[in-house]
């Protein structure tokens, strides 16, 4: 309650009180997008935190140690998730539904089991970045920047061939539609946006090590982009803000977080698998294989 | 137009297409019937590259194609509809027109993205086109509803405007009237008529005799994988060999 009464009544205060909670809102925002990249093609990967990850281990050890200044730091750390998506992608998008999911679950455990097997990536003490800022400036602007290219694209010749190829993939192939390259474009510029994330919260977080990149963290940000509906960019937005939130609304949420996600994540694809927002696509349709 | 020369394709011990030859001409109008199960569909799998053959060659256009992804033959003018209708569900009935100029249309989406006003422009004009090949096949005002949402006789007309939004130089049908009335069958059949008399080459898979028989200049017929007959309508349904295919020896016997 204490949560809403400043917000309206102190704003100031609680933007200084809550601003790392307001960043991270920007940054899980920009993270469930690039979940939503890849659900819209039709593919249930689950390799973000992964790509997330390597962002951020890639920008921070440019940054600190290779001197790197930080805005091309980071956006080399996007790049660096989107160019390793590129050899992973060729094997693992063959698979479809769950198998991709299982697939890329497996990526983000190598990810993590090679980190910790690194020296030049701390092992299992992890990274310090001391010029951190908890600006909130480049989060919010790259949200506003993706969001309005993805809300763009969906009514372009891309979009559009991604909407096909989730919805039937062999018809689409019938209307000319490379499904394989579409896949792949989908994979690698879902790498990208959550490398990007990653980077940016590497650096807003002064300290990064492998505790934030876990299944877990993937499955929450499956049910951000399942509750609010993948039909609408905003979809993806509306749920990760509600679901990074909550904890700080109701207390007792936290302890409880996992199994929440779960009991939600299990209602929404039974009740309204189209999530908050609605819209025409549903999420049941991206668990499934192809048929024939 | 197409050529297939001794194209095989087996599964384990199935020969599902067995040795074919075929040749259709440019602007001609083929039908291809045969009992269930005897390679009609696996045919136009292969030809749309949906499969690819074990031996023989397949040319279309000139080209040899096979091994090719269907995606190619597409963009190289071959267009088909599928024994299942297959559509973008969740889509609008537009989109799903739209979708189907993919592979003729190229770029415009930075433009799109920049919101210039030229890609708008041809937004607009392929918007249009849509339309006019929905009106083509019939379905009007329900442009803007799901596709999943239209009956199952709209759902195959649908399919073939989308088809059709490829501009193809060919157009493989597969079963498209299973399951119609007598009424929308003769639409289609007028329709079918007509796009073959604009220069569309056209094959016609059907189990409808008489629609193959009305629209078709040329039919062939397979049976267990091969070709048992090849030439007009009429000479074709003759045949003893035919009958027999579809009703077997005793049954062709009591018939005649």
Request: glycine share 12%.
């Amino acid at each position: 309650m204490q949560f809403f009464t400043q917000l309206l009544g102190d704003p100031l205060g609680f933007y200084r009180a809550h601003q790392l909670l307001l960043a991270q809102l920007g940054i899980n925002a920009l993270l469930t997008l690039s979940m939503y990249i890849t659900l819209r093609a039709g593919m249930l990967t689950l390799a973000n935190v992964g790509f997330m990850a390597v962002g951020a281990y890639a920008s921070v050890l440019l940054h600190v140690n290779g001197h790197v200044p930080l805005p091309l730091a980071v956006l080399a750390g996007a790049l660096a998730a989107g160019v390793l998506a590129i050899p992973i992608g060729i094997p693992v998008l063959r698979l479809q539904g769950i198998f991709l999911a299982i697939a890329t679950i497996g990526f983000g455990q190598v990810v993590v089991g090679a980190i910790l097997n690194t020296p030049v990536t701390g092992e299992g003490r992890g990274l310090t970045v001391p010029d951190a800022s908890s600006s909130l400036l480049p989060a919010y602007l790259s949200l506003v920047v993706v969001a309005y290219v993805l809300w763009r694209l969906a009514g372009t010749r891309l979009g559009k061939a991604w909407d096909a190829v989730r919805e039937d993939a062999l018809a689409a192939e019938a209307q000319g539609i490379d499904v394989a390259r579409y896949r792949m474009l989908a994979f690698v510029l879902g790498a990208v946006l959550a490398g990007y994330a990653g980077a940016l919260e590497a650096h807003i977080n002064f300290f990064i090590d492998t505790s934030l990149y876990t299944f877990q963290r993937v499955v929450g940000v499956l049910v951000f982009a399942t509750l609010g509906g993948i039909g609408r960019v905003a979809g993806p937005v509306v749920g990760s803000t509600i679901l990074t939130a909550l904890p700080e609304v109701i207390r007792f949420a936290q302890s409880y977080r996992d199994a929440l996600y779960g009991v939600i994540l299990i209602a929404l694809v039974i009740f309204r698998p189209q999530g908050l927002l609605g819209g025409r696509v549903g999420i049941r349709r991206v668990g499934r294989r192809a048929k024939l | 137009m197409l050529e297939l020369a001794g194209v095989t394709r087996h599964f384990g011990g199935v020969k599902a297409v067995d040795g074919i030859d075929l040749a259709v001409r440019e602007g001609e109008l083929v039908g291809l019937i045969g009992p269930n199960g005897s390679g009609k569909t696996t045919l136009i799998d292969l030809v749309s590259g949906f499969q690819h053959p074990d031996r023989g060659t397949i040319a279309f256009a000139g080209s040899p194609v096979a091994g090719w992804r269907p995606h190619r033959l597409a963009e190289a003018g071959l267009a088909r509809t599928f024994q299942r209708v297959r559509l973008f569900a969740a889509l609008s009935v537009l989109d799903n027109v739209l979708v189907g100029m993919h592979g003729r249309t190229r770029g415009g989406d930075l433009g799109r993205l920049l919101g210039l006003r030229a890609a708008r422009a041809s937004a607009r004009e392929r918007a249009g086109q849509a339309r006019e090949l929905l009106e083509r096949v019939g379905l009007t005002g329900v442009e803007d509803r799901a596709a999943s949402a239209l009956a199952y006789g709209q759902q195959r007309r649908l399919e073939i405007a989308r088809a059709l939004a490829l501009r193809p130089r060919m157009l493989l049908l597969d079963e498209p009237v299973a399951g119609m009335n007598p009424a929308e069958v003769a639409k289609l059949s007028a329709l079918f008529r007509e796009l073959n008399a604009e220069g569309l080459t056209m094959v016609l898979v059907e189990h409808h005799l008489r629609l193959v028989v009305e629209v078709c200049a040329r039919v062939a017929v397979l049976n267990y994988g091969r070709k048992i007959a090849d030439g007009p309508p009429a000479a074709v349904l003759e045949d003893p060999v035919v009958a027999e295919a579809y009703l077997g020896k005793s049954g062709a016997s009591e018939v005649r």
